[in-house]
């Protein structure tokens, strides 16, 4: 990621909101860690997140679901539009995962996900795309494709290419950009054109859009 200006890498700044002091200096430490990601202010509470948001303009903000004074579903909800929001939470809730991704979070990923996921989510969220935990798009799945569309020879005909095809399945398959690199022996940033490609073609805001479709057409999905 580059910025216009004589080619310098761009720092993407991040502000973390979360109640528990531990939490946010976890997520500091791993942000922190990367060259081209910068935590610019750590707020306690739903309040002091919308507040530092506005006085911070930050690139990104990591947001709690459950916090004090405003929670993170009503944050997310205002912040969208200004700020591209990534929820980071314990709960693995249908509850909270539907609710942040109707009020626009650019992703949803457990506390649990790993450092380099979150640090995926940052620069997918920075550069105008979606992460969302694989377990999470796994599980949503369940619910968005059961029962499965009774015709589905009535669905509009996408074309895809025989590597998106691929690359679908595994994106429904929960896989990440790097797992799929891996997998197919590509780059990720080969992995990342082609997953945008797919989104533009089935006119889908993120990955669990590919997932749904790939799960509904029939494609290949890893296990």
């Known amino acids: 990621m580059t910025s216009t200006n004589g080619g310098c890498p761009r720092v993407i700044r991040v502000l973390v909101a979360d109640d528990q002091e531990a939490a946010r200096r976890s997520v500091r430490r791993i942000l922190e860690a990367q060259p081209d990601i910068e935590v610019v202010g750590e707020a306690v509470d739903g309040l002091a997140a919308l507040e530092l948001a506005a006085d911070l303009r ?42 942040a991704l109707q009020h626009g979070a650019a992703g949803f990923l457990l506390k649990r996900s790993g450092p380099s996921l979150l640090a995926e989510a940052v620069r997918a969220a920075a550069d105008g795309e979606s992460l969302i935990s694989p377990s999470v798009t796994v599980r949503l799945l369940k619910h968005v494709t059961a029962p499965r569309r009774p015709a589905r020879s009535a669905a509009p005909v996408v074309a895809l290419t025989e590597r998106e095809v691929e690359i679908a399945g595994h994106v429904a398959a929960g896989r990440t950009n790097a797992d799929i690199a891996a997998e197919l022996f590509i780059s990720a940033g080969t992995v990342k054109t082609h997953v945008a490609s797919i989104q533009r073609k089935l006119g889908v805001a993120n990955r669990v859009g590919i997932a749904v479709h790939a799960w509904e057409m029939g494609y290949p999905v890893p296990q």
């Open 58 to 99: 930050p690139d990104v903000a990591l947001v709690d679901i459950r916090m004090p004074r405003l929670d993170g579903l009503e944050v997310t909800r205002r912040l969208s539009g200004s700020v591209r929001v990534v929820v980071l939470t314990t709960f693995d809730l249908d509850e909270y995962v539907y609710p």
